[in-house]
Every structure is written in C-alpha cells, then in structure tokens.
C-alpha cells in the first residue's frame, strides 16, 4: 500500500523560515490515519506582513503564546519520519522546511518529496489549472483553504486520487511513474 505523509505550510512573511502555521496529514496504507496541524510563533514575531495575513487570516496574536517551530520539530519530524513528503506546490513548503531547519540549527533529514501539482498533472491531463481549490472543487472536496492542516489533508485526497487514477498500489510504484519529479529536500 502507499504510505506518505503530505505537509503545508503558512507564513508570516517571505521569509522562509517564517512558518506560523504548519500541518502534516500522515497516510497509511493508502488511507488518511492522522492530520496534525501547530501554530507557530515565527522569528518576525510580532511582524506578519499584511499580504501574508490576508491570504491565510493568521494574526500575530493568535501565535503569541505559540510554540517556536524547533519546540514543535521533534513532533512533527516523528510523523514525517521514513516516509515520502507530498505538497502542494512542494518547492514553497520544502523551502520553508529547509528554511526554519537551518535557522534553528536542526537536522535537515534526508526526505524524497514530490509535488502534489505534478501528481495532478500525470492524472488529469488538460486541465486550465492545477491549483488546490481548483482541484478539491473538480472532486467536491470542502475545506478551510490557506490553513496548514486542510490544505496539507486535500493534498493528500488529491495525492490518493491521482495514484489511483494512475494505478499505483505502492510506494515502489509511485517511485517509478513520478521518477523525474521526485526530490530530495
């Protein structure tokens, strides 16, 4: 079966190590088992640009008595551990992983990662967009978009959606038809 865990990421600012909302959706044996999502106090705090705000409706005060992101790493690092991270626009979120890793000083694991976009497009060829609510409204998914957890669990429906509609049972097989899209952070 596959097993992979999808992530997603919100910002603070365009910093990448500027996470103030993280949420990992964990798959097991080709089913959702968990999704996890922690607010972060990021190194701007207090300061979120307004842009950023706008986009995913986190304030600073709802982060205030937030964990930093290496207080919560440990956690998340357990749920992500051996398994192929997936995201939605995956260079955003790998970025911003890479990012708050090396401004805590943390080691970076080693994680092959695909893209969510690239699943899409092998799957559902021809479409005009291949965004996540785009996406979730071509499969009546509902959710709360620009928020860590949502976003990181559609793109694990998606994700699921797409290696059927390719015909992938296994992690093994979905190594080998994504094999020019796989990364490592």
């Known amino acids: 079966m596959i097993d992979f865990c999808a992530i997603d990421f919100e910002t603070a600012t365009h910093e ?9 959706c964990l ?15 990021p190194p701007s705090f207090p ?30 690092e357990e749920m992500m551990y051996g398994n192929l991270m997936i995201a939605h626009n ?10 708050c890793l090396e401004y805590y000083g943390l080691f970076r694991p080693r994680l092959n990662y695909l893209c969510s976009i690239q ?13 996540l ?11 709360n978009h620009h928020r860590a957890g949502a976003d990181a669990e559609v793109c694990a429906k998606i994700s699921l959606l797409g290696f059927e509609r390719l015909m992938c049972t296994s992690n093994e097989e979905v190594r080998e038809i994504m094999k020019n899209n796989l990364k490592v952070l």
């Open 16 to 24: 990448k190590n500027s996470a103030c909302e993280m949420g990992i």
């Open 27 to 41: 798959v097991e044996n080709g089913r959702i088992s968990e999704t996890k999502t922690w607010l972060i106090k």
């Open 47 to 76: 300061y979120f640009n307004r842009f950023n705000v706008a986009v995913h409706g986190i304030h600073p005060e709802e982060v205030a008595d937030a964990p930093t992101f290496d207080e919560i790493w440990y956690e998340a």
């Open 90 to 99: 995956a260079s955003f979120d790998a970025g911003v992983l890479r990012g």
């Open 119 to 131: 699943i899409a497009k092998k799957s559902w060829k021809g479409l005009p967009k291949y965004g």
């Open 133 to 143: 609510k785009t996406l979730a409204e071509l499969h009546h998914i509902e959710f």
